[in-house]
C-alpha cells in the first residue's frame, strides 16, 4: 500500500510539473501571435510578398491543417481545429551567415518561419505566429539573433497592414 501511495505520489508530482511546463509556453515571450480580421488568402499573399518584397525566397510551405484532417480520421480524431492552417519558412542569406557566424550552433533558428491559420471555431480571423529566438550567447550572437527578431517582426507587420 505505501508503495502504491508512493507511485501515486510521483504521477501527481510529474503531472504537475507537465502541467507547469505547458502552462509556461501558453505565456512564452518569444511566441509571438498576431491577427487581422480578413480573408485567409488575401493575409498570405500579403505575408508571401513582405518576405519577397525583402528579397528572400519562399522554401517550403507546410500544410499543417491539412495533414491534421487527413491523419485525424486515421487515429480516430474527428475534431477539427483549423479551417486553413500553413507554415511558411524561409531564409536570409545575409541574417543567416551572421547569425551562424556568431555561434554555429545558431543553425537551429534557421529557417524562418510563420504559421498562418484560421481556428475553426473562429472563421474571418486569420493569426499570424512566429517564434521570435532569444537572443542569447556573446554580443555577436545577440546582435545577430535580434536582427533575426526584427526581420519577422517586419514581415508581420507588412502583412498586417
Known sequence: MLALKR???KVVAITALFVAISNAGAA???????????DYDDVKERVIM??????????????????????????GRSHQI?????????????????????DPRNI?????????????AEPGRVYLTY????????AQSVKALREVGKLLDGIVRDALK
Do not use: W
Open 7 to 9: 507511485s501515486m505520489s
Open 28 to 38: 512564452n515571450p518569444s511566441v509571438i501571435v498576431q491577427s487581422i480580421k480578413g
Open 50 to 75: 513582405a518576405v519577397e518584397n525583402r528579397g528572400l525566397v519562399i522554401d517550403h510551405t507546410s500544410r499543417v491543417g491539412a495533414m491534421l484532417e487527413r491523419t485525424g480520421k486515421d487515429i
Open 82 to 102: 483549423y479551417q486553413q492552417a500553413e507554415v511558411i519558412e524561409f531564409c536570409s542569406a545575409a541574417i543567416s551567415r551572421a547569425t551562424m557566424e556568431a
Open 108 to 120: 537551429v533558428f534557421c529557417p524562418y518561419a510563420i504559421a498562418l491559420y484560421v481556428v475553426a
Open 131 to 138: 517564434r521570435k529566438p532569444l537572443p542569447t550567447g556573446s
